[in-house]
């Protein structure tokens, strides 16, 4: 029986197993027709430190410059760099390539538009098309592209960092921090500490040797997050602060060692943001009640987009807002650019507990509680099937609820929610339950699990 490949195709990247689903073959196909589609110009190409990277990165540049495309290479940089670099650059389009959150064995190809922003699901159809039909524009030898590097990004992106005014460097410095960084020797492993130190934190490193060798899973989830915590007790630092390989999510750890979960990141950031600033704040279905509480108390209006990170920018646009994300732990600030950003989420929690003068734990309390469950499973061949099912026997499991169907199903009832749907990013399906109650929230899953086993 042939092993079935392990490939995920959205605007959320091309992400597959090397040598499983992700191919130099693969590879080649989808950079020539992102080339040939934006057919002349410059390309901005980053990676992060995976060891797959080179040989994923090589195939690609070889690609762009076959069809007439210029390419700058910026190097391992965080994601969100090199959204920076193609409006920096002016450039027609940028590629990351990373695999975010999923483990080592996986690589992908994110793909970005001029403005910045991954490609819009119009644009990434239209990019399937052409290396599904294998029409690639290559070009005579004295017509290819050009190959320059270009590695000043990571410190334009700390210093556009440390220039806006919602990040209150005088009250950080004046507060003197000690933050132990958990960047898992990925992309974050230089920006994320060399930002702190500039705002005066004193850090300290771990995993932080930027060599791809991850130390933990990659994904920066509680259960992931016990060495950190470890760090932060013996060093008696302030807090923690961990990323994923690509840095653009950030999780917490407070001075007891103990993991705040990656939902407070953004609902920190979504309070002290609106304390200045007014307008609407986009959040996707799968996030916490709570950053949705925080911001209507501070008077904003809360919209949820489909997950993924091109769906709340596009939402965001629409509406306008001043603040959004999602809620792993992906903050987006708008007024900075328009992506998931690990370096804004940290100096806007210094800038919280500073002005605040909290300790993070304190922070923490001053958010509503509820009690949450994300688990993952096998994407079974008659998902959306068993979704049919269960949404005509939700009545009987959830009892009386509101249905949300643009992303999965999401069951809304007074005590909180429960959505399932289909990953963008893995062959997998996922399930988050929150509910006011932990003993509610337990209960749902166990019924909910056990429909779909």
Not at 15 to 29: A, C
Not at 155 to 173: C, E, M, P, Q
Not at 218 to 231: C, R, S
Request: positive net charge; hydrophobic residues 40%.
């Amino acid at each position: 029986m042939k092993k079935k490949l392990e490939l995920k195709e959205s605007t959320s990247g091309v992400r597959g197993v090397v040598g499983n689903g992700l191919d130099p073959v693969l590879v080649v196909r989808y950079a020539s027709a992102f080339g040939t589609m934006l057919k002349s110009g410059k390309v901005v190409l980053g990676r992060d430190s995976r060891t797959t990277g080179p040989m994923v990165r090589d195939a690609v540049v070889s690609s762009l410059l076959s069809v007439g495309i210029d390419v700058v290479d910026i190097g391992v940089v965080p994601t969100p760099t090199v959204e920076i670099a193609v409006k920096e650059l002016k450039a027609k389009g940028g590629i990351c390539i990373t695999a975010s959150h999923n483990p080592a064995q996986w690589n992908a190809l994110k793909f970005f538009s001029a403005t910045g922003d991954f490609v819009t699901p119009a644009q990434f159809k239209k990019l399937k098309a052409l290396k599904d039909d294998d029409k690639f524009d290559f070009k005579p030898h004295n017509r290819l592209g050009a190959l320059t590097f270009d590695d000043r990004f990571v410190d334009l992106h700390i210093k556009k960092v440390l220039a806006l005014k919602v990040v209150n460097k005088a009250a950080v410095r004046r507060a003197r921090f000690t933050v132990v960084v958990d960047a898992i020797n990925g992309a974050g492993s230089r920006a994320l500490p060399e930002l702190l130190e500039r705002m005066g934190a004193r850090v300290i490193r771990l995993n932080c040797k930027g060599d791809g060798d991850f130390f933990r899973e990659p994904e920066p989830t509680p259960e992931h997050l016990k060495q950190l915590g470890a760090a932060v007790k013996r060093h008696k630092a302030d807090l923690g602060m961990a990323c994923d390989p690509d840095a653009d999510r950030l999780a917490l750890v407070d001075h007891t060692g103990t993991p705040i979960g990656e939902e407070l990141t953004l609902a920190i950031a979504v309070k002290h943001v609106l304390r200045t600033e007014k307008g609407p704040t986009v959040i996707n279905l799968s996030t916490s009640t709570v950053t949705a509480e925080a911001a209507r108390e501070s008077g904003s209006r809360v919209y949820l987009s489909k997950v993924g990170e091109s769906n709340v920018v596009e939402l965001m646009r629409r509406k306008k807002a001043v603040i959004g994300g999602e809620g792993n732990g992906g903050v987006i600030y708008p007024r900075f650019h328009a992506g998931r950003d690990s370096l804004i989420a940290a100096a806007l929690t210094l800038s919280a507990m500073a002005v605040e003068k909290k300790s993070l734990a304190d922070l923490v309390q001053s958010f509503g509680r509820y009690y949450t469950m994300k688990t993952k499973a096998a994407m079974p061949d008659d998902f959306d099937q068993r979704l049919a099912r269960f949404a005509k026997a939700a009545p009987g499991i959830i009892g009386t609820s509101k249905i949300d169907r643009q992303d999965g199903l999401r069951f809304d009832f007074a005590d909180g929610w429960v959505q399932i749907r289909a990953s963008n990013t893995e062959p997998i399906f996922r399930l988050i339950i929150e509910t006011n109650d932990e003993r509610l929230t337990a209960g749902l899953g166990r019924k909910v699990i056990s429909f779909f086993k």
